[in-house]
């Protein structure tokens, strides 16, 4: 059978523009003029290599999770799955569809979130929820109320659901992002740190809706976080990816187990994941240490 995603060989690069700012101009005796910034109009072009080299497959029904530090290229991958980024080279396929050639087709499997979560800002979050039900095609009834149930399925305050969203602090933002993203029950969902920015409560909220999500509907989910113990908690697998490219793929518990010492030491996924991006903290050096 297919997997539900395959990447192979995916690589994207950027070429990002620099201003460059320099203490520039020099007054008419030709001395320079202190204290005057001067943008530099012509902007260096320096090429980033987002994601390299990239291949991995998703199975129907699993939760993948994507750790990297910041800039890793966590969110590039992401987006090239979910057809806003166009591979340099290689493949992507979700259910066997290129998210290329077949753009339209994948979107319609994909539901996404991400923190910069694009609404209608004016718009409150029942509002929003109530036009994204349409497009999906819910009869305008069920689109409340199951609009209402996700929202109070994620602690989201009945007193705001009528308060336009620039008004809304990020996390409540962040739960309409979630919330519109489980309007329907997606085949795939790719969630870019879904719960950064969440209180410990609403952390566990979502979580725990992802959870029964992908039990009852076979959802496939990629997850992107920081949090180590989130990914141990909801993740069948783990890829750990750093400046661009998997370090290593695994369980959660065979990548602690293939750092576990002679004396019965199971590291926790913090520590592996600050051995395999070579972030090790200097107390992480002893090796055997209790701790
Ligand atoms: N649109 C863009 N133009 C230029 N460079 C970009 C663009 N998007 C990402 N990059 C660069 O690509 C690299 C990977 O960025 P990406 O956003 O994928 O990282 P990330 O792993 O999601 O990081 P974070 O944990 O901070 O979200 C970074 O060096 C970033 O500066
Ligand atoms: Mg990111």
């Known amino acids: 059978m ?105 979107r319609r499997y994909i539901n996404r979130v991400s923190v910069e979560a694009a609404f209608f800002k004016k718009l ?47 996390g409540m933002q962040q739960k309409v992002a979630i919330a519109r993203a489980l309007m329907t029950a997606p085949v795939a969902l790719l969630l870019d740190e879904p719960t950064t920015g969440l209180d410990p409560v609403s952390k566990r909220d979502v979580q725990d809706f992802v959870l029964e999500v992908c039990n009852t509907h076979d959802t496939t989910v990629i997850l992107t976080t920081h949090d180590m113990e989130e990914a141990d908690r909801l993740c069948d697998r783990i890829a750990v ?3 661009g490219e998997f370090v290593a793929v695994d369980s959660p518990e065979n990548l602690k187990d293939r750092y576990a010492n002679g004396n019965g030491h199971l590291p926790t996924l913090e520590e592996v994941f600050f051995r395999l991006t070579g972030r090790s903290p200097d107390e992480w050096e002893i090796e055997g240490d209790d701790q």
């Open 241 to 243: 990816i750093n400046n």
């Open 124 to 170: 409150s979050a029942m509002e929003n929820l109530e036009y994204a039900a349409r497009l999906y095609g819910l009869e305008p009834r069920e689109g409340l109320r199951r609009a209402r149930e996700i929202l109070a399925r994620l602690g989201f305050p009945d007193s705001k659901v009528n308060v336009s969203l620039e008004n809304l602090s990020r």
């Open 2 to 106: 297919t997997a539900a995603i395959q990447c192979n060989h995916a690589s994207k690069s950027f070429r990002e523009s620099v201003r460059n700012t320099e203490n520039a101009g020099s007054d008419h005796n030709g001395q320079r003029a202190l204290g005057r910034i001067v943008d530099f109009v012509m902007p260096s072009r320096v090429t980033v290599e987002a994601v390299k080299d990239v291949s991995f497959e998703v199975e129907r029904g699993e939760i993948f999770g994507i750790l990297g530090p910041n800039g890793s290229g966590k969110s590039t991958l992401i987006r090239m799955i979910s057809t806003l980024l166009i591979p340099d080279s290689g493949t992507v396929r979700v259910f066997g569809r290129d998210v290329v050639a077949d753009r339209l087709e994948v």
